[in-house]
């Protein structure tokens, strides 16, 4: 069982930066895939950003590459989302979503990743 926690969202002018951070508890959770998925009204969530497991293969969505960075730290069972650039499209409901993969692989797809956090949003005001 693997529990997630999103903190570091708020409110910000267009051109700045966020960092979002997912906390996880368990002793395993260098083992899991995370990802960053996120919901803007009246939208599907979609994919945004990934990490594996071990070697820490990063994947991106087009939307965000170049401007968005996924890392972790296992030792803090923390996965961060450094958000730079940020636009009024990037307004949203971001959450962290986690799976343990039988491959050190990332899923863009959200029926793959069996555990959520609560969401954390952010406004990006022009």
């Known amino acids: 069982q693997v529990q997630l926690v999103e903190s570091g969202g708020g409110l910000v002018q267009a051109g700045e930066s966020l960092r979002l951070s997912c906390a996880a508890s368990?002793?395993?959770?260098?083992?899991?895939?995370v990802g960053w998925f996120r919901q803007a009204p009246g939208k599907e969530r979609e994919f945004v950003a990934g990490?594996?497991?071990?070697?820490?293969?990063?994947y991106y969505a087009d939307s965000v590459k170049g401007r968005f960075t996924i890392s972790r730290d296992n030792a803090k069972n923390t996965v961060y989302l450094q958000m730079n650039s940020l636009n009024p499209a990037d307004t949203a409901v971001y959450y962290c979503?986690?799976?343990?993969?039988?491959?050190?692989?990332?899923?863009?797809?959200?029926?793959?990743?069996?555990?959520w956090g609560q969401g954390t949003q952010v406004t990006v005001s022009s």
């Open positions: 979503a986690a799976y343990r993969p039988l491959t050190p692989s990332v899923s863009m797809i959200e029926s793959q990743y069996n555990y």
């Open positions: 368990g002793r395993t959770f260098s083992t899991y895939t």
């Open positions: 990490i594996s497991r071990i070697s820490g293969s990063t």
